[in-house]
């Protein structure tokens, strides 16, 4: 083990998928494969799909008492009302879902959403008992501008909820949420960063957690996203406050999830 990596032994890994607008019915093969590859025996993590809200339901019947668990793209910050074509909270967490992302670049990008909104859809999302998922990434300009840990950590202190307004008790575990650290350029267009500003920014939202939360800030996962594949899994999963990863395009072929998540440090 260098320098640069370290072991994340307090933190169970999650490796979670997201499908994007991706999946017909057709899909549940793929899906089924994942499930079963999930039970073979590995080391402890968690595995994560979170399929388009069509196959929701069905996907969580036909995974139910396996060792995948499944997430939503998306909720509304309201749990019921007059909101044509929106889905929340507690009907997610009806269906089965034990997760939720909040605040996806394509989201926050398509539309409009700021880090108001996403802040809202978290602790939407943690209401209904469900787990937020909540990205956060700089785009290009910011990147080449040398202003992305100043993006990144002003998302971070507008879109993650305080510990005082988590209604439900926080467990010994911490608070139930999840950070996706998704640099915009690195998605979906092959281009990684280097290690070395990985570990940067893992570490800069580490320390952010740290001084929100205190003890229990160390226990929150850190996902980093953006390009990940089996060819580059290893290395990146490897690196320090890398806690696992969320993964677009890969996730999308059983073997390619599968790979990824074997690639997990023991
Ligand atoms: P990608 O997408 O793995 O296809 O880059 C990641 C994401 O958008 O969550």
Known sequence: ???SQKSNAKIRPIIAGNWKMNGLLSAMGALAAIRDGANAPSSPRTLVICPPFTLLKTACDSCAGS???LGAQDCHTHGFGAFTGDVSAPMLADCGARFCIVGHSERRA???ERD???????LAALGAGLTPIICLGEREDARDA????????QQLERSVPDA????????ADGPPMVIAYE?????????????????????AIRGALKQRFGAWGERIPILYGGSVKPSNA????ALADVNGALVGGASLNASDFLAIAASLPE
């Open 146 to 153: 040398g202003k992305a840990h100043d993006v990144v950590m």
């Open 1 to 3: 083990m260098t320098g």
């Open 183 to 203: 640099p915009v350029w690195a998605i979906g267009t092959g281009h990684v960063p280097t290690n070395a500003d990985i570990i940067a920014m893992h570490e």
């Open 116 to 122: 108001v909104d996403v802040h809202a859809k978290a």
């Open 234 to 237: 290893r290395e990146i999963l």
């Open 67 to 69: 060792n995948l668990v």
């Open 110 to 112: 398509l539309h409009q």
């Open 164 to 171: 005082a307004e988590l209604k439900t008790p926080v467990g």
